[in-house]
């Protein structure tokens, strides 16, 4: 990733923004970037006062929890439903289709 890449990022989802289009920044920075999780008043205390990276295979995660507890798993961006990780079995487009 690096950071010229983030500067490259930050400069073109600025410009694109003015013009209406939004998630460039994201685009171009990569997934592992839009994962960060961040602080916020609606994540389960005491993980909204701190920046959670996601893990480095968020598949494997969700499949190695799946098996624990016999349940499907999806990680998803609050923002559009991206699907980040899921285990074996869930539907990535019903999950993305949802509001």
Same mark, same amino acid.
């Given at each position: 990733?690096?950071?010229?890449?983030?500067? &490259?990022?930050?400069?073109?989802? #600025? &410009?694109?923004?003015?013009?209406?289009?939004?998630g460039d920044f994201y685009r171009i920075a990569g997934r592992r970037v839009a994962a960060i999780d #961040?602080?916020?008043?609606y994540t389960v205390k005491p993980f909204g006062y701190y920046v959670i990276l996601a893990p480095e295979r968020p598949d494997g995660v969700a499949t190695d929890l799946s098996r624990l507890l016999g349940v499907g798993i999806v990680g998803c %961006?609050? &923002?559009?439903?991206?699907v980040l990780g899921a285990s074996?079995?869930? %539907?990535?487009?019903?999950?993305?289709?949802?509001?």
């Amino acid at each position: 990733m690096g950071a010229p890449r983030i500067d &490259l990022a930050a400069m073109i989802g #600025g &410009l694109t923004r003015t013009f209406g289009r939004g998630g460039d920044f994201y685009r171009i920075a990569g997934r592992r970037v839009a994962a960060i999780d #961040g602080p916020n008043r609606y994540t389960v205390k005491p993980f909204g006062y701190y920046v959670i990276l996601a893990p480095e295979r968020p598949d494997g995660v969700a499949t190695d929890l799946s098996r624990l507890l016999g349940v499907g798993i999806v990680g998803c %961006n609050d &923002l559009g439903s991206e699907v980040l990780g899921a285990s074996e079995g869930v %539907n990535r487009e019903f999950v993305r289709a949802a509001p």
